[in-house]
């Protein structure tokens, strides 16, 4: 299918009619006007372990279909996360050190000591406070008006869920999704409407308030919140000295918790607009909603994508790649990768294999929270059918400009009662 973007997206070209070494699908517009899928599709085709020279930080290869992708993470020896590699005359970039950033031992340890918030055991004990307060928040919906799904619902809920595995101020709680979106605001990602001073100096709060927060739960005993965790493993204890490293892991354990389950909770009502007939299936068989669940995180693929850095020279996909070339693994490609998934550009709430995708990553970085994400969005929808008969969208979804957060800024719909 090589359907014409420029239709949809204004003045983006048609990939199809571009000169292939041309193609840098970092460029945040793209996927702010939905029209990345169609220069992945040509990738995947074409050139699957693709060089663009033109990225924002320099050039880099992209890697867009599913083996590829899951062959890419699981090789950790050869394929870094540490992004303190610097290659020759490379742009400097803001990013620093968090746990999904390094490589073994370092990233094994640091992960180790916030897993027990989110172990099998600790998601059995907040099930019921989870449901208990998205039932509360359904309930306060204005049934019969419009209103912004992604601001009553999405950012409400994704930060109740952060300030409880922060055991954060719940009056202060807001400041959570906006440290989220101020961290992803960066000419990296392709989002850089803040002043890269002020993006400091709102981070600098941030991490003025954690440090706060930090002293306290290491003067207490012991809990199960993410900092409460980290001061008190012996792994970590020492983090609060390294205040680049401390607000490094504040921004991962923020986005992470923040931007990936919100965007999914938005994005299964639009798709559900889209596939009306999902949706009367859904209502008549509402056991298929942990399906449901993990198709919404497939299509949606709420982050685009991951980077390595090449630790040697490898041939890959008849590719030489050479030590220190920048390496992107596009989950938003693999997602949508037709020789792996049937049908991948239809929402489809009953697959076979749903989990089969990519958008939790694969290997030692596998999203640490996926279990959490799916429950949150389980609950969700099967409190949603108790209430409504329709969340109908009444108007387009307004995208962010991003390369890195799939997500959107607004969505607005319409309630029916049940």
């Known amino acids: 299918?090589?359907?014409?973007?420029?239709?949809?997206?204004?003045?983006?070209?048609?990939?199809?009619?571009?000169?292939?070494?041309?193609?840098?699908?970092?460029?945040?517009?793209?996927?702010e006007h939905g029209a990345h899928h169609e220069y992945f599709r040509r990738l995947r085709q074409e050139d699957p372990v693709h060089w663009s020279p033109t990225g924002p930080t320099g050039g880099y290869w992209s890697i867009t279909r599913f083996d590829d992708i899951m062959a890419v993470d699981t090789n950790h020896q050869v394929f870094s996360s540490n992004r303190d590699i610097v290659i020759g005359d490379q742009p400097p970039e803001f990013a620093p050190m968090n746990f999904i950033s390094a490589d073994p031992p370092r990233h094994d340890v640091q992960r180790k000591a916030v897993t027990p918030a989110v172990?099998?055991?600790?998601?059995?004990?907040?099930?019921?406070?989870?449901?208990?307060?998205?039932?509360?928040?359904?309930?306060t919906l204005p049934v019969g008006e419009t209103f912004d799904w992604v601001d009553k619902v999405s950012i409400e809920l994704t930060t109740q869920m952060l300030a409880t595995?922060?055991?954060?101020?719940?009056?202060?709680?807001?400041?959570?999704?906006?440290?989220?979106?101020?961290?992803?605001?960066t000419d990296i990602v392709g989002n850089s409407d803040l002043d890269p001073e002020e993006r400091m100096r709102i981070l600098g709060e941030c991490l003025a308030y954690f440090g706060r927060l930090w002293q306290e739960r290491a003067a207490q005993p012991p809990k199960f919140d993410l900092i409460s965790l980290l001061a008190h493993s012996p792994d970590t204890a020492a983090m609060i000295d390294d205040p680049m490293e401390f607000l490094g892991n504040l921004m991962l354990l923020i986005v992470g918790g923040n931007d990936t389950t919100r965007n999914s909770m938005s994005g299964g009502v639009w798709f559900l607009h889209?596939?009306?007939?999902?949706?009367?299936?859904?209502?008549?068989?509402?056991?298929?909603?942990?399906?449901m669940v993990s198709e919404i995180?497939?299509?949606?693929?709420?982050?685009?994508?991951?980077?390595?850095?090449?630790?040697?020279?490898?041939?890959?996909?008849?590719?030489?790649?050479?030590?220190?070339?920048?390496?992107?693994?596009?989950?938003?490609?693999?997602?949508?990768?037709?020789?792996?998934?049937?049908?991948?550009?239809?929402?489809?709430?009953?697959?076979?294999?749903?989990?089969h995708h990519v958008s939790f990553g694969f290997g030692i970085h596998r999203c640490m929270g996926n279990r959490?994400?799916?429950?949150?969005?389980?609950?969700?929808?099967?409190?949603?059918?108790?209430?409504?008969?329709?969340?109908?969208?009444?108007?387009?979804?307004q995208r962010v400009s991003s390369n890195f957060v799939l997500g959107y800024s607004t969505l607005p719909v319409r309630l029916t009662a049940v």
């Open 297 to 355: 995180i497939r299509y949606q693929t709420p982050l685009a994508h991951m980077r390595r850095t090449a630790t040697e020279d490898i041939e890959f996909g008849g590719k030489l790649i050479r030590k220190g070339d920048r390496v992107v693994m596009w989950y938003a490609s693999g997602n949508r990768d037709e020789t792996v998934i049937d049908r991948p550009d239809e929402f489809i709430i009953d697959r076979e294999r749903p989990r």
């Open 165 to 185: 595995l922060f055991d954060f101020p719940w009056e202060d709680r807001r400041l959570l999704p906006y440290w989220s979106d101020v961290t992803t605001s």
């Open 119 to 139: 172990s099998p055991a600790r998601l059995a004990e907040m099930e019921t406070l989870i449901r208990q307060r998205i039932g509360a928040l359904l309930d």
């Open 1 to 31: 299918m090589q359907q014409a973007v420029a239709a949809i997206a204004g003045d983006i070209p048609d990939p199809w009619t571009l000169p292939l070494e041309t193609l840098d699908p970092s460029q945040a517009r793209l996927f």
């Open 274 to 291: 889209q596939f009306p007939g999902e949706f009367a299936k859904l209502k008549s068989n509402p056991a298929l909603i942990p399906s």
């Open 372 to 397: 959490l994400a799916e429950m949150q969005l389980r609950i969700l929808w099967e409190e949603i059918l108790k209430r409504f008969s329709a969340v109908e969208v009444v108007g387009e979804p």
